[in-house]
């Protein structure tokens, strides 16, 4: 097919000149398209503005003799300013769209992680704390993808974990170690290889898997949680999946200084 209609989500705009920009669209049908939007500040152009975050209907063209794909029409269906105009939102906004643009191959569909996309712009766009939506979001792209860390169960024996106390994680085993499994050298988990978890963190990221994006737009993590979290986050994705997100920095920063 030559030329189509398709909806989606720009999570990402790269300008290339004034003229001309790179696009990493996602869309639950096909998968992430990188497209080409050109002749941007041209009088009468029908792309119109491109708006990062925002919801989108496409006519979108194949570029003769090439794989590439090109916006020839653009009508916006969903916008979220906030996360542009305001820094903290703007944070977490790229923090998740390159984590989905990294999870969602080209061209391969995964609707479970498209359909994150929508409610988590919209509860970063009205939340009373970004940072915690970015955490809570992770938890669930990661969740998606059936890399989500174990935060009711231990991960050597499968015991129900107490609610209360202080744990001890294991990034490489993917989850929370009870005491007995920690003292138990046939699990072959060193203790040394584990770091203590909060009380709160594991509150946190179990109420985060089990609700939805709407219903957290109430949450918010103190400034020790959400290094916490970010610790976590950060190691768990860089062993598990081998991601190391440019955005990180900057959520790493937020949250530091928060």
Do not use: W
Not at 236 to 248: P, V
């Amino acid at each position: 097919m030559c030329t189509f209609k398709i909806d989606g989500f720009i999570l990402r705009t790269t300008l290339e000149s004034d003229y001309s920009a790179r696009i990493a669209f996602i869309t639950r049908p096909i998968g992430r398209l990188n497209l080409i939007a050109r002749r941007l500040k041209y009088p009468g152009n029908p792309v119109g503005p491109l708006m990062t975050f925002s919801l989108d209907r496409l006519l979108v063209r194949r570029i003769p003799d090439s794989a590439a794909l090109r916006i020839e029409e653009l009508e916006v269906i969903e916008a979220f300013p906030r996360l542009s105009e305001e820094y903290q939102r703007f944070v977490c906004g790229s923090y998740i769209a390159e984590l989905l643009i990294r999870a969602i191959p080209e061209r391969s569909p995964c609707p479970e992680l498209y359909d994150l996309i929508g409610p988590a712009l919209r509860c970063l766009s009205e939340c009373r704390d970004p940072r915690s939506i970015a955490f809570a979001v992770e938890l669930n792209i990661l969740s998606a993808l059936g890399y989500s860390p174990s935060f009711t169960r231990c991960v050597g024996c499968n015991a129900p974990l107490a609610e209360k106390g202080d744990y001890q994680f294991s990034i490489g085993a993917g989850g929370i170690l009870c005491p007995e499994c920690l003292k138990n050298e046939r699990t072959g988990i060193a203790e040394a290889d584990c770091f203590s978890l909060s009380a709160g963190a594991a509150a946190f990221a179990r109420m985060s898997l089990c609700k939805r994006a709407e219903q957290l737009k109430g949450a918010s993590v103190s400034k020790g949680l959400g290094r916490e979290l970010f610790r976590l986050l950060r190691s768990y994705k860089a062993y598990h999946l081998q991601i190391e997100s440019n955005s990180a920095e900057l959520l790493g920063a937020l949250v530091s200084r928060a």
